[in-house]
């Protein structure tokens, strides 16, 4: 079983769209009919989200920690515990390609690092766009790290003893353990993710305080 790991702090507006783009990839013909079990870890939630969530059949599960590291980890922990090989990690505002899931098994590594594309730089100037075309490596051989776009083999996982549960950077933090630990990654734009450029970050230090900082 293939396991897909989704936190969720008040992510209604962007879920849909999120798990939806999940089940197609959990569906692709080189996955061999394998199962794909989809969890949404809601964190602290006081939106619709659960329910958007059940809505698409995913399964969730409930913490109140408001930090993303620990809702990786809870996410994980309940995937393991139903047998899962292997665990996919995106977020709520993002979108996997359809061959998402089959291009980060078909690398055979203990781990995959993807790349992102985003999808709208409508809230952004031109300048913060033009400085992400120049500076992000969307290649094969990048060193980019993103919990949006980050799979893992569940002996890897366990190995490096999961995510830490830090409020921000918990996939630098795991990164560095599988370095530490000698595990291969796999550092590939083949497994495809489109995230939002959006200024409210969920999560402090993350992706949209990045935006803001090159504004």
Known sequence: MIGIVIPAHNEEQYLAACLCAA????????????????????DACTDASGRVAQHHGAAVTHLQARNVGMARAHGARMLLNEGARWLAFTDADSTVWPDWLAA????????????????DWGAHTPKVAAHFAQT????????????????????????VGGFSPLACHEDVAMVEALMASG???????????TTSARMASKAPGGFGDTLRAWA
């Not at 197609?24 to 394998?34: K, Q, T």
């Not at 595990?183 to 993710?193: D, E, G, K, M, N």
């Open 183 to 193: 595990l291969q990654i796999a550092w590939s734009a083949q497994p495809r993710v």
């Open 136 to 159: 992000y490596q969307d290649r094969d051989g990048h060193r980019h790290i993103h919990g949006a776009n980050f799979g893992i083999s569940a002996k890897a996982y366990e190995q």
């Open 104 to 119: 980060q098994l078909m690398l055979g590594a203990d781990a995959v690092c993807g790349t992102v594309a985003v999808h």
């Open 23 to 42: 089940r197609v990839a959990a569906s692709h013909p080189r996955l061999d009919a394998e199962p794909v079990r989809i969890v949404v870890a809601l």
